[in-house]
């Protein structure tokens, strides 16, 4: 039997994790010591003299090194939560972050009154959206595209984990490539940051995510061009674009849509403050455009 404790892997772990710089050493040495011994949190408060067998202690303590590598916690244990389901993960797909928590709450607010909407994933990734979408509207029926069959089986596996699968078509296709049907609702979280950016970012993202998840091109709108180019080919009367995105993109982004006849509906902030959602549709609202919050000057 081991020596070692609960309270003294966990002391261990938090030393090493600081030293290496991750920003959660706490929280990070609880979630991977539950992954790698399956007790509870309740159990390490209960019992931190608890002594843990060396297979365990073993296990733990490579999980650890490989977050000391910067290795995302979600990314060792394979899932991530998002809107309170679990979400498995893969190479391919980007990792939900709480912050796209944002979207679902406007799509969901878009779509309350509707028994049945029919609604466009692109670039779904893990299928975190649209999976969450089709869970809370049981009428709803939804179309998911990727350019990554990676990714699509990850959709696939977390849409069957949800019971959603008989309500969702995965399609392998760029934007609205092979699309024909048209949406009450179109949602996306589309790459948006500059190429030269993602070189600098935390390692936990520049060396985790996928790239093509995360290069919006030059200038991080290329995908919003490509999307509001077919979005209103696609969308059904008094239909909605939902999209993320990065801080301080509002206005760029808003233009965009503008210049394809699709105006600013509202814009959503996540828990941190920032604009994060932007909706828009073929309404005009007057004084929204112009949000100084969005750093918005109309052009015409």
Not at 133 to 156: C, H, K, N, V
Not at 245 to 266: C, K, P, R
Request: proline share 5%; charged share 20%; hydrophobic share 45%.
């Amino acid at each position: 039997m081991s020596a070692e404790t609960v309270a003294s892997l966990l002391a261990w772990s938090r030393r090493r994790l600081t030293e290496s710089g991750v920003d959660n050493p706490v929280l990070d040495s609880r979630l991977l010591f539950q992954h790698a011994t399956a007790l509870s949190h309740e159990a390490l408060i209960v019992a931190p003299e608890r002594p843990v067998g060396e297979t365990e202690a073993a296990r733990f303590r490579l999980l650890v090194e490989r977050r000391c590598l910067r290795e995302p916690v979600s990314r060792i244990l394979g899932y991530r939560e998002f809107y309170g389901r679990d979400f498995r993960l893969g190479p391919a797909t980007l990792d939900p972050r709480p912050d796209t928590e944002t979207l679902v709450e406007a799509a969901l607010a878009l779509l309350a009154d509707h028994k049945a909407p029919a609604i466009l994933d692109l670039g779904t990734g893990t299928g975190a959206i649209v999976v969450t979408l089709l869970a809370e509207l049981p009428g709803a029926f939804a179309t998911a595209t990727d350019i990554s069959d990676e990714a699509l089986a990850i959709a696939a596996i977390n849409a069957k984990s949800h019971g959603v699968q008989g309500r969702l078509t995965l399609l392998n296709a760029t934007w609205y490539s092979w699309l024909s049907d048209c949406f009450d609702l179109i949602i996306s979280n589309p790459p948006y940051l500059d190429t030269g950016r993602i070189a600098a970012l935390e390692p936990e993202v520049a060396d985790w995510d996928p790239a093509l998840a995360l290069d919006g091109g030059p200038d991080g709108l290329s995908a919003y061009r490509a999307i509001a180019l077919g979005a209103k080919a696609h969308l059904l009367a008094a239909g909605h674009v939902v999209v993320e995105i990065g801080q301080g993109q509002g206005g760029a982004v808003t233009e965009i849509f503008t210049d394809h006849g699709l105006h600013l509906q509202s814009w959503h902030r996540d828990l941190g403050g920032h604009v994060r959602a932007l909706v828009f549709g073929e309404a005009k609202k007057l004084g929204v455009g112009n949000a100084p919050d969005l750093g918005y000057i109309p052009t015409r």
